[in-house]
Antibody, heavy 118, light 107 residues
Framework: EVQLLESGGGLVQPGGSLRLSCAAS????????MSWVRQAPGKGLEWVSA????????YYADSVEGRFTTSRDNSRNTLSLQMNSLRAEDTAVYYC???????????WGQGTLVTVSS | EIVMTQSPATLSVSPGERATLSCRAS??????LAWYQQKPGQAPRLLIY???TRATGIPARFSASGSGTEFTLTISSLQSEDFAVYYC?????????FGGGTKVEIK
């Protein structure tokens, strides 16, 4: 059974940093690209970042480019999102999602809440 | 960036009735479109991919069509568990983009 479990969310001050993790199980992790998708309170879904199965390619939304870094540890089946220079508008539930090659998201984690506030 | 526009924002439907949701892309995405369902407090769930193919375990009352810039999701006879928010998403171009969602509520 495919499982994705996010962790690392919490309350952080504007300008601060936070690192999210997503533990994957139930599938061959290296065979799949992964993404982070976020959802601000009461709002829709926003794609944040993606990383290829090997980790050699990464992609970012303009809203986080230069502030967020996605990485993966294929030996530990773990996806990470390092978030720096956080802003109030980064407040959201962050989901990790498995991406079918060059396509859609077929599995999602339950999400972790990040709140940026003083 | 491809902008995905969903309509209506809210759809009020009685149980057993048909619901038709629309999604429009600002430029062609071919058939590279997915639909997701999200219930309160839950993660999104994949319903449709390739514009018209149901994902594993999705009931036949969900159907979808379209290509290029115009797409439709139809729920033929709404069940209580279908009241939720539905999102379309294009995966033809970077950045991947979602529509703003259509909330299907009980009339």
């Amino acid at each position: 059974e495919v499982q994705l479990l996010e962790s690392g969310g919490g309350l952080v001050q504007p300008g601060g940093s936070l690192r999210l993790s997503c533990a994957a199980s139930g599938f061959t992790f290296t065979n799949y690209a992964m993404s982070w998708v976020r959802q601000a309170p009461g709002k829709g879904l926003e794609w944040v970042s993606a990383i290829s199965g090997s980790g050699g390619s990464t992609y970012y939304a303009d809203s986080v480019e230069g502030r967020f870094t996605t990485s993966r540890d294929n030996s530990r089946n773990t996806l990470s999102l390092q978030m720096n220079s956080l802003r109030a508008e980064d407040t959201a539930v962050y989901y990790c999602a498995r991406r079918v090659p060059t396509a859609y998201f077929d599995y999602w984690g339950q999400g972790t809440l990040v709140t940026v506030s003083s | 960036e491809i902008v995905m526009t969903q309509s209506p924002a809210t759809l009020s439907v009685s149980p057993g009735e048909r619901a038709t949701l629309s999604c429009r892309a600002s430029q062609s995405v071919s058939s590279n479109l997915a639909w997701y369902q999200q219930k309160p407090g839950q993660a999104p769930r994949l319903l449709i991919y390739g514009a018209s193919t149901r994902a594993t375990g999705i009931p036949a009352r969900f159907s979808a069509s379209g290509s290029g810039t115009e797409f439709t999701l139809t729920i033929s006879s709404l069940q209580s568990e279908d009241f939720a928010v539905y999102y379309c998403q294009q995966y033809n171009n970077w950045p991947l983009t979602f529509g703003g969602g259509t909330k299907v509520e009980i009339k």
